[in-house]
T-cell receptor
């Protein structure tokens, strides 16, 4: 069965420092991978996706993610975090056999301190 | 520029009461979804509709029913609410883009408490 894990419930980082949010997945095929962000009392917003091709994917708000097939990981990164990046981040995976259904990780809360 | 609209935003029910959560999208998307969000568990798919006239169960369908009223609207019904259904409910929609892999667009959620 497909699954996705976000091993950290919370990540704390100082403003201006690099931010990394981890995501790993289990696979029985070629996955499509997504990152979403959720601000308080709002729905999820799409950040970026990996389908195929270049392992480094660039997305909205200066975020990027690196697909690593051997480690089955898709970590989200930002070179210099902003206080406004404080939010809940979700990794999600879709497998071709599952249509367009997504499986979400449990979420990682990011707190960027001034 | 509404996107996905959910009503109501908040609701408190008593155990055993029924309720319908409404969702409408104005992006002409074919696919629509209902999720529930619980702390530490991410989002779990309740039901989805790949296109108008079709619905299928997701990961946690028990205690819920859905209706795809037309292309725009997808409602979620709780026939007899239980405290375990206290959650935040999200509706989403999607449509193929150039890659054929569709990001989902989410509403702002309905916060439902069942006493």
């Amino acid at each position: 069965a497909q699954s996705v894990a976000q091993p950290e419930d919370q990540v704390n980082v100082a403003e201006g420092n690099p931010l990394t949010v981890k995501c790993t997945y289990s696979v029985s095929g070629n996955p499509y991978l997504f990152w979403y962000v959720q601000y308080p009392n709002r729905g999820l917003q799409f950040l970026l996706k990996y389908i195929t091709g270049d392992n480094l994917v660039k997305g909205s708000y200066g975020f990027e993610a690196e697909f690593n097939k051997s480690q089955t990981s898709f970590h989200l990164k930002k070179p210099s975090a902003l206080v406004s990046d404080s939010a809940l981040y979700f990794c999600a995976v879709r497998f071709k056999a599952a249509g367009n259904k997504l499986t979400f990780g449990g979420g990682t809360r990011v707190l960027v301190k001034p | 520029n509404a996107g996905v609209t959910q009503t109501p935003k908040f609701q408190v029910l008593k155990t055993g009461q029924s309720m319908t959560l409404q969702c409408a999208q104005d992006m002409n998307h074919n696919s629509m979804y209902w999720y529930r969000q619980d702390p530490g568990m991410g989002l779990r798919l309740i039901y989805y509709s790949a296109s108008e006239g079709t619905t299928d169960k997701g990961e946690v369908p028990n205690g819920y029913n859905v209706s795809r009223l037309n292309k725009r609207e997808f409602s979620l019904r709780l026939e007899s609410a239980a405290p375990s259904q206290t959650s935040v409910y999200f509706c989403a929609s999607s449509e193929p883009d150039g890659t054929g892999v569709q990001p989902q667009h989410f509403g702002d959620g309905t916060r439902l408490s069942i006493l």
